[in-house]
């Protein structure tokens, strides 16, 4: 059963730059997208973005200055930085497998996610 | 970007149906099959429940379907169980190859 699980620090300070690592068990990172999307405390779902496992991206308007995906296939990982975070930054990150047919894309697995609070 | 509207909350009581729209524009939920939906019970990671509007994904419980009218998709919950009780968001993937969330609709088993 494919499983992924989301690691970094859980505490950033304002300015800085937040990195998590998404690790996927029970199946290969090869030919798949790979998504991430955050949660800030009690609101919806925000669409951060996602990477083809041969490294092309995808991100949102909203994060795109600020953004970079990475694969690591050897490791079976990929991985988020969000740069210059603010309190507003702070959110539960979720890592996703997306799934994409001839007609649309939809995350499949996620993450149990993680929590990373933006605070000095 | 595209932006999908969905209301905050809706309710019923055990074994009635309830159905939570997600409207966008005739460019985007009016013209693609795109729309996925994700049931995110509290403290839980979201699970996709239905993608490509009304298709299911192995598992999920038939109780649960989807359809699209005009610029509205909908998730229609039969039969409502109180293991239902979650967040809903519906979600489509745009022509710009992005994806966008709806704000999400609480469901409240009475």
């Known amino acids: 059963q494919l499983q992924l699980q989301e690691s970094g620090p859980g505490l950033v300070k304002p300015s800085e730059t937040l990195s998590l690592t998404c690790t996927v068990s029970g199946g290969s990172i090869s030919g798949f997208f790979w998504s991430w999307i955050r949660q800030a405390p009690g609101k919806g779902l925000e669409w951060i973005g996602y990477?083809?496992?041969?490294?092309?991206?995808s991100y949102s308007p909203s994060f795109k200055s600020r953004v970079t995906m990475s694969v690591e296939t050897s490791k079976n990982q990929f991985s988020l930085r969000l740069s210059s975070v603010t309190a507003a930054d702070t959110a539960v990150y979720y890592c996703?497998?997306?799934?994409?047919?001839?007609?649309?894309?939809?995350?499949?697995?996620w993450g149990q996610g993680a929590l990373v609070i933006v605070s000095s | 970007q595209s932006a999908l509207t969905q209301p905050p909350s809706v309710s019923g009581s055990p074994g009635q149906s309830v159905t939570i729209s997600c409207t966008g524009t005739?460019?985007?939920?009016?013209?693609?099959?795109?729309v996925s939906w994700y049931q995110q019970p509290p403290g839980t990671a979201p699970k996709l429940i239905i993608y490509e509007v009304s298709n299911r994904p192995s598992g999920v419980p038939d109780r649960f379907s989807g359809s699209k009218s005009g610029n509205t998709a909908s998730l229609t919950i039969s039969g409502l169980q109180p293991e239902d009780e979650a967040d809903y968001y519906c979600?489509?993937?745009?022509?710009?190859?992005?994806?966008?969330f709806g704000g999400g609709t609480n469901l409240t088993v009475l």
């Open positions: 979600s489509l993937y745009t022509t710009s190859s992005t994806v966008v």
């Open positions: 996703a497998r997306l799934h994409c047919s001839r007609t649309s894309c939809y995350d499949t697995f």
């Open positions: 005739t460019s985007d939920v009016g013209t693609y099959n795109r």
């Open positions: 990477i083809y496992y041969s490294g092309s991206t």
